[in-house]
């Protein structure tokens, strides 16, 4: 085999082990991942809305 063709071969071996891994760890964050629940908002109307004193 030539160098070329040798080190073809390792760079590519290089980047199918590195999409591969890349795969895996999308893979696992998509499946972790907990979307948010919305609920419905509560209308309170016995007390006033509270705003913080910073709020200008």
């Known amino acids: 085999m030539s160098l070329a063709m040798t080190l073809m071969m390792l760079i590519s ?4 082990v590195a999409a591969a891994m890349l795969w895996g760890v999308l ?15 509560v209308a309170n109307t016995d007390k006033p809305a ?6 200008h």
């Open 50 to 55: 509270i705003h913080p004193a910073t709020a």
């Open 13 to 16: 071996g290089w980047l199918a």
């Open 27 to 41: 893979r696992i964050t998509r499946r972790h991942h907990h979307h948010p629940v919305q609920s419905a908002p």
